[in-house]
């Protein structure tokens, strides 16, 4: 049984985590925290262009522990991501002008199914690990992201609006996901 993977990528303080948590609960699955979180939280904020590197690594190890889980479940056969290695490359790229290659190596060979692309008409939300609250690089990123997307092949949907909306919109991606 092949897991679906969903990638729910965007700009810090989108709603990322949040979708992913409630699109598992909606479809009686599982989802892949964010290891950046733990990482920083743990090493503190002032972290390097190599931290990235072992941030990348250890995501991918998570979500292929969670993929295995859902698999053996043998129900709904869906995963969802928070952050996957084009959100590492941007972040990369962003913050230290390169990107590690393995990071580039596993975009290539790493297989997805669906992404959401979360929009930044969310209001920007405090937290000790967020970099960027203007309104000016939040939407740059939000277009490096879409960029990336629109130059790939893996389906992809825009989420933005209010908290409804936004779970309206990725419930029903999901959905078209899985009736394929």
Known sequence: MN?????VIGPESTGKSSLCALLAKNFNSSWCPEYAREYL?????AYQYNDLLKIAKTQLILEDGFAEEVKQRKKNPVLFVDTDMYVMKVWCEY???????FILEQISERKYDLYLL??????????ELREYPEDGPRKE????????LVNQSVPWVIIRGGFEERERT???AVKQLLQQ
């Open 141 to 148: 990123l939000f277009q490096i992201y879409k960029d990336l």
């Open 118 to 127: 979360c929009d930044v008409d969310l209001p920007w939300v405090q937290d």
């Open 3 to 7: 897991v679906k993977r969903v990638v």
């Open 41 to 45: 939280t743990l090493n503190g904020k």
């Open 95 to 101: 913050v230290f002008h390169q990107c590690h290659k």
């Open 170 to 172: 990725a419930i029903e």
